[in-house]
């Protein structure tokens, strides 16, 4: 799987990110395919590693319960891929939220120190909490707008507020 990464702003440490995004996989794409799009922060494409919220838009409806659980993800990479997280430590970075592929969905990232915060659809009580984020507590990068390479990704309204 190839991870784009489009650098929006290039030194943030604390703040908000807020976005609205649409992802869906790429016409003809394999079975597999999710149509993956979020936000990356904290990163440092050079070397390859960043902290990331993503969406997998179509888990949100899905008839499988636990595929539905996997909408919204953490991940760090490259030490922390979504697949070891899951093995490591399951259901801990991941979250259901309701989603559908290619319709615009708010996001707004808060991120203070160690912690983070996604939140989706306008909602004032966060979908996805993490407490370690894996570049810690004095993290510093770039923010970036995050697909995998089968997904159409659309992005508007990015406001980063530090």
Known sequence: RIDHLIVVD????????ELEMAGQPVPGSSGGARGFVGIAF??????????????????GRSADQERR??????????????FRLR????????A?????????TKVKVVVDGEKARLYVHGSDHPTLV?????SGAEGFGAVALWFEGST???YATLKITE
């Open 152 to 154: 159409v990704a659309r």
């Open 96 to 104: 259901y939220v309701d989603l559908a592929p290619a319709e615009w």
């Open 10 to 17: 290039k030194d943030f440490h604390n703040g908000t990110i």
């Open 87 to 94: 093995k490591e430590t399951p259901s801990k970075y991941e």
């Open 130 to 134: 993490v407490n370690d984020l894996k």
């Open 42 to 59: 904290r990163a440092n494409p050079e070397e390859g590693n960043y902290d990331c919220f993503y969406l997998r838009p179509t888990n």
């Open 69 to 82: 659980n996997h909408s919204a993800q953490y991940i760090s990479h490259p030490e922390y891929p979504w």
